[in-house]
C-alpha cells in the first residue's frame, strides 16, 4: 500500500550558481523489519537504472524506515508505487563539503539563521569528486539562503542526477 506523497515546496533561494533545477527529494520508504528487505529494495531500483546516492536506515522491532536519496527521482516515485511500497517524500538540503572545518561552518551558518537541524547524512556517491551531506531541516529556504552567503554550493537534483 502506497501512502500519499507530500513534497515541500522548492525553496525559491539561489544558490551560490543561481538557480539550477529542481531540489534535491528524499524518499522515506516504510518496510517490515526483515532480513533482505532493503536487499530487495536496492535490487529493485538498480533493475531500473535509479542509483541510490545517499541512504541511512532508522529500525524498530517490526519496521524500519529507509531514507534515500536517488539520481531518479519520477522513476523511483513510480517504482515504489507500481510494487507496493509505503513511502512519503520531502524536499531536503545537500551541501558539498569536503573537510572536518567545512562541517564546522555548514553547522554554524545554519545556527546564525536560526535554522533547526532535524537529522543528516552523508552521500555513498560524490557528485563532482566531493563529499556532501543530506540536511533535513525545518526551512529549507532560509538554509539555503545562509549557506550560499557563507560560499558553500547546496546542490540541486540536477547536480546529482547521472
Do not use: W
Request: with cysteine; net charge negative; aromatic share 6%.
Amino acid at each position: 500500500m502506497t501512502t500519499p506523497a507530500s513534497i515541500d515546496s522548492p525553496p525559491s533561494a539561489q544558490t551560490t550558481e543561481g538557480d539550477r533545477g529542481d531540489p534535491v527529494i528524499q524518499f522515506s520508504v516504510f518496510v517490515e523489519n526483515r532480513l533482505g528487505r532493503l536487499s530487495d529494495l536496492i535490487r529493485l531500483l538498480n533493475g531500473h537504472d535509479v542509483h541510490v546516492m545517499a541512504i541511512t536506515i532508522l529500525d524498530t522491532t517490526d519496521s524500519a524506515l529507509i531514507r534515500i536519496v536517488v539520481d531518479d527521482p519520477d522513476l523511483t516515485r513510480s517504482i515504489l508505487r507500481r510494487h507496493g511500497f509505503a513511502f512519503t517524500e520531502c524536499v531536503v538540503l545537500v551541501v558539498e563539503i569536503d573537510t572536518e572545518a567545512r562541517l564546522k561552518g555548514i553547522l554554524y551558518a545554519l545556527l546564525i539563521a536560526e535554522v533547526n537541524i532535524h537529522y543528516l547524512y552523508s552521500f555513498i556517491s560524490r557528485p563532482r569528486e566531493k563529499s556532501a551531506l543530506v540536511i533535513s531541516l525545518e526551512d529549507v529556504e532560509t538554509a539555503s539562503q545562509s549557506l550560499a552567503a557563507h560560499q558553500f554550493r547546496v546542490l540541486r537534483q540536477n547536480d546529482i542526477s547521472r
